[in-house]
C-alpha cells in the first residue's frame, strides 16, 4: 500500500496584489477524487470571476470555507490526500503547487526557472498558475520585481542578517502592494506594525488601526434579503462593488476633473449604421451608435494624443501610450466593470465591432478575464442605454479621460436653414485637468463629435 499525505491549498494571490477573494461556489466535494488543474471552485476577487484549478491530483479531504466566505490571500481553502512519492506529491516535477504557494505570499512576478531562464510553457488556466509542462526538475522561484534572482532566493532574514533596505523595497516582505500605499497614503511605518495575517501578513485593519482609525464591523447577512418585517437591509460591501467605490473615491480627489458637454447632430450617423448592417462584412455583428462612438474616439486620439496619457505621481512623469486600451464601463449584476479592448486602434472596423459585443456579452456573463479589467487607458461610458442625455462621468483611476455618450433622440434641430426632426446625442467628456488642458480637451470632444455628424470625415481625419 503505497503512502500517502495531506497537502493544504492557500488561496492565491490572484493578480495585482490582491488582498482577498470570494468562495463563490465548491465544484468539489469532500471525498471527490481531483485531477491535476481539474476547475475545483469559483472565486470573486475585486475584479473578476475566476476558475481555481487544483495543484493536485488527489482525493480531497477538507474544504476549509464556505460559499459566501471572503478569504484573505495565504489562508488554506482546501486539502488533499496525496501519493507521497518523493517529493512530486501528486503533481508534475515541482510544478502548480510550488507556484500557488509563492503566489499566496503575495509575489505576483512571473515564475523564473532555476536557472533564471524564461518561465516555462503552462497549462491555460485563469488565476495565472497551473502545471508545468516542460521543467528541468529543479524547484523554481519567484522573482521579486525590482530584486535580483539571487536576493529572491536568499535565505530569510531570521537565518541572514538583512542588509540594509531602500523605503521602496523594506515593505515587500510584510504586506501586499494595495496595503503598502494605504501606509504611505496614511503616513503608517510598516516597520512598526505588527501583522495579524497568515504568516504575519500586515493587513489593511492593521494599518487603519495603526493609523488610529476605526475598522469598520461586517454587518448583515450577507445575502441582500430582508426578512419579514425588517424595515432595511443592510449588504456587505465586497467583490467588485467594495473595488469600485474605493476607485471611485481614489479618483475623485486625486485627479482634478473637468467635464464638457457637446450636443450633436447624429443623424448622417445613424443613417450611415443602417447602411453597415447591410453589408457582408457586418454580417452577425451587433452594430449601435457605442461602435461609431468607439471608431471616433480611435481617430480623434490620434489627433489629441494628451487624452491618451496618465499621470505618474512616484516618478513624476507623464505616460504618453502609444496604444490604445479602450475601456468600455458595462453594468452587470456584480457591479460596474470597464473591461477593455488591448491595441483597440489596430483593429479594422468591423473586428472593432465585434469585439465591443464579444466584450459586452462576456461581462454580462460575468467570464470577464482580469487580464481585460487592468491596462485600460481611456474609457467610453453609454449612460444613453438607460436613457440619460448627458452626465458627469468620474475617470477609471489611471486614465486621462472618459467619454459619456448620451441617448439618441429624435428632436427639432436647425438643418439647412430650417427646423427639422433630427437625431441628436450628447457627448459628455471628463478628463485630468493635470494632464489634459481645456484647449486640448475641447479640440479631442470636437473632433469626436466633427466625426458623428459626418462620418465621411474619417476618409481625411484618420
Do not use: C
Amino acid at each position: 500500500m503505497s503512502a500517502t499525505m495531506i497537502k493544504e491549498f492557500r488561496l492565491p494571490d490572484l493578480g495585482e496584489g490582491l488582498t482577498e477573494s470570494e468562495i463563490l461556489n465548491w465544484r468539489v466535494n469532500v471525498g471527490d477524487t481531483v485531477t491535476l488543474n481539474q476547475v475545483i471552485a469559483e472565486v470573486e476577487t475585486a475584479k473578476a470571476v475566476v476558475e481555481l484549478p487544483s495543484p493536485f491530483a488527489g482525493v480531497v479531504t477538507a474544504l476549509h470555507e464556505t460559499p459566501g466566505t471572503v478569504v484573505e490571500v495565504g489562508k488554506p481553502i482546501v486539502s488533499f490526500e496525496v501519493p507521497d512519492d518523493g517529493g512530486t506529491n501528486g503533481r508534475p516535477n515541482g510544478s502548480s503547487a510550488d507556484a500557488a504557494s509563492h503566489a499566496a505570499e503575495g509575489q505576483g512576478a512571473p515564475v523564473q526557472g532555476a536557472d533564471g531562464q524564461a518561465p516555462a510553457k503552462r497549462e491555460p488556466n485563469l488565476v495565472g498558475y497551473g502545471a508545468m509542462v516542460e521543467n528541468s526538475g529543479r524547484p523554481v522561484r519567484r522573482r521579486r520585481s525590482g530584486m535580483s534572482q539571487e536576493a529572491a532566493a536568499a535565505p530569510a532574514p531570521a537565518a541572514v542578517p538583512a542588509p540594509a533596505a531602500s523605503p521602496e523595497t523594506s515593505e515587500r516582505p510584510r504586506s501586499t502592494p494595495p496595503v503598502r500605499k494605504l501606509a504611505r497614503d496614511l503616513g503608517v511605518d510598516l516597520g512598526s506594525v505588527a501583522g495579524t495575517g497568515e504568516r504575519g501578513l500586515i493587513t489593511r485593519d492593521d494599518v487603519l488601526n495603526a493609523a488610529g482609525q476605526a475598522v469598520p464591523e461586517a454587518t448583515g447577512t450577507g445575502t441582500g434579503t430582508a426578512p419579514a418585517g425588517q424595515r432595511e437591509t443592510r449588504i456587505p460591501i465586497k467583490g467588485v462593488r467594495k473595488a469600485t467605490a474605493s476607485a471611485m473615491v481614489a479618483s475623485a480627489f486625486t485627479a482634478p476633473h473637468v467635464t464638457e458637454f457637446l450636443t450633436v447632430d447624429a443623424t448622417a450617423s445613424m443613417e450611415f449604421l443602417d447602411r453597415l448592417k447591410l453589408g457582408k462584412d457586418f454580417a452577425g455583428v451587433k452594430l449601435t451608435p457605442l461602435t461609431l462612438v468607439a471608431r471616433a474616439v480611435l481617430i480623434a486620439l490620434k489627433r489629441n494624443p494628451s487624452l491618451n496619457s496618465a499621470w505618474d505621481e512616484a516618478n513624476q512623469e507623464i505616460v504618453q501610450f502609444n496604444y490604445v486600451n479602450l475601456g468600455i464601463a458595462a453594468a452587470t449584476p456584480r457591479g460596474l466593470l470597464v473591461p477593455n479592448i488591448k491595441d483597440a486602434e489596430k483593429l479594422p472596423f468591423p473586428d472593432l465591432a465585434a469585439a465591443l459585443a464579444d466584450l459586452a456579452e462576456t461581462a454580462r456573463a460575468g467570464k470577464t478575464s482580469p487580464a481585460r479589467l487592468s491596462g485600460g487607458t481611456i474609457s467610453i461610458t453609454n449612460i444613453g442605454v438607460f436613457g440619460i442625455d448627458a452626465g458627469t462621468p468620474i475617470l477609471n483611476p489611471g486614465e486621462a479621460a472618459i467619454l459619456a455618450v448620451g441617448a439618441v433622440r429624435r428632436m427639432p434641430w436647425e438643418y439647412q436653414g430650417k427646423i427639422k426632426l433630427r437625431q441628436v446625442l450628447t457627448l459628455s467628456l471628463s478628463f485630468d485637468h493635470r494632464l489634459v488642458d481645456g484647449e486640448q480637451g475641447s479640440r479631442f470632444l470636437a473632433d469626436v463629435g466633427r466625426l458623428l455628424a459626418d462620418p465621411a470625415l474619417a476618409m481625411t481625419m484618420a
